[in-house]
């Protein structure tokens, strides 16, 4: 098929999307498709939309519109650059799940044959569902065609770009303020830029994503709310939510609440130089950290070592503090006192779950005057507590628990590997 047959194809495609969704054809007008007889159906490399034309061709045109908005989603959604360093495959499934979710969902299109599909997770981010299916990954399913890409093919190149300029035209009007950049002006990867498992995306082709997509995006979510009485396509907020929200490691929420100043610190703490932890001392060293580790019986083994290891992380990174330790399913076990020269205690519990024992030994044993913050690990699932915790309360929760916006009081975040 030459490239105007091709063009001929995504123009229909996108038209036919604009009766469907105004918001997913937005999307696909930011977007440059580009043929490739590499490919046996269609990718992305977070940039560009690569697509084999005969396998295109060959299939209904509802299914047409499945496959290219799939690998739109996969872009907009930036996919490729959120993979980070994690395994290319098992990302790609999760973001696969994800994806073919949020087209079913809307009923409307229909989705090539052999169509990765597990309802049971597709209310979860990518993230999460990654946590998960890393946890098994002998159940796992093998990708056929990985749709995800390092670079681009390699005989896909600017000079066969067959989007067409109407399209493009379509979506600078779709910009209200600034010149934004297209897929277009991306230098292709280069051995430098590319990247494997082992190797983020460059920071600067990176940023060059983020920017172009997110715009992308605004403009998608302005024109839906315009002509769709306010309303998001089925899905596509959480995914949003994932997208814009900073994947933090939690031990950085702890930070915060153990040093409120600057004026907190008082140099470097000599007793752990020896061990080459150059620490600051914090002038108000009482600080008192209660650590509740949830062993209720929805925790599975896996679980409970990894909330283990970060009880130890924290030691690790925090050596000064006072930490009490507690195991909590309907009751709390403990206190154990714990440091960094310390072995951890056997692990107590295999009950139901509540959170209403850990807070009530807190208040016992919190003075009333040391500074001090409460981490519950946990799934989320359980009888929360109807008075408030005095002290301040970081939740650390396990992929596919409870969604953060769930609890109650405290600051909630996602317990993830990477």
């Not at 490919?39 to 005969?54: C, M, Q, R, S, W």
């Not at 979710?101 to 409307?108: D, E, F, L, Y």
């Not at 005057?369 to 109807?386: E, K, R, S």
Request: with cysteine; aromatic share 10%.
């Amino acid at each position: 098929m030459n490239n105007e047959n091709s063009s001929r194809i995504i123009s229909a495609s996108v038209l036919r999307l604009r009766m469907k969704s105004p918001f997913f054809a937005t999307l696909a007008l930011f977007a440059r498709f580009v043929p490739s007889q590499q490919l046996p159906t269609a990718a992305t490399d977070g940039k560009d939309i690569f697509f084999n034309p005969e396998y295109l061709l060959s299939l209904p045109t509802t299914q047409q519109d499945g496959l290219l908005l799939h690998e739109v989603l996969h872009a907009a959604l930036l996919h490729v650059p959120r993979r980070g360093v994690r395994e290319a495959e098992l990302w790609n499934i999760a973001a696969d799940i994800v994806v073919n979710g949020i087209i079913s969902q809307q009923g409307v299109f229909e989705l090539p044959p052999g169509r990765l599909r597990e309802p049971k997770l597709e209310h979860l981010s990518v993230e999460e569902i990654y946590e998960l299916l890393l946890k098994n990954t002998n159940d796992s399913v093998k990708l056929l065609h990985p749709d995800l890409l390092n670079e681009a093919p390699f005989d896909a190149s600017s000079s066969s770009d067959v989007t067409n300029n109407d399209s493009r035209n379509q979506a600078g009007d779709a910009q209200e303020t600034g010149k934004t950049a297209h897929p277009n002006d991306f230098a292709h990867p280069t051995a430098e830029t590319s990247y494997t498992n082992s190797d983020s995306l460059s920071e600067a082709r990176k940023a060059a994503l983020e920017a172009h997509w997110r715009n992308a995006l605004q403009q998608a979510a302005v024109i839906a709310r315009t002509v769709n009485q306010g309303l998001l396509p089925a899905g596509i907020e959480r995914e949003l939510g994932a997208l814009t929200t900073a994947q933090i490691n939690w031990r950085s929420y702890l930070w915060r609440y153990l040093v409120q100043t600057p004026t907190d610190f008082a140099g470097f703490d000599r007793r752990f130089i020896g061990r080459k932890l150059y620490l600051e001392t914090l002038q108000a060293e009482n600080v008192e950290v209660y650590v509740a580790v949830d062993t209720s019986g929805s925790i599975d083994n896996q679980q409970l070592w990894m909330f283990l290891g970060e009880v130890q992380g924290i030691l690790s990174a925090y050596p000064h503090l006072k930490c009490e330790l507690y195991y909590v399913d309907a009751e709390a076990y403990g206190p154990y006192k714990l440091n960094l020269d310390l072995t951890l205690p056997k692990p107590q519990g295999g009950g139901g779950t509540s959170f209403v024992p850990f807070f009530e030994k807190v208040a016992e044993s919190w003075d009333g005057q040391t500074q001090g913050v409460c981490i519950y690990l946990t799934d989320g699932y359980g009888t929360f507590p109807d008075k408030l915790p005095e002290l301040p309360v970081l939740w650390v929760v396990t992929p596919g628990g409870l969604t953060l916006e769930e609890f109650p009081f405290g600051e909630a975040v996602r317990l993830l590997s990477v």
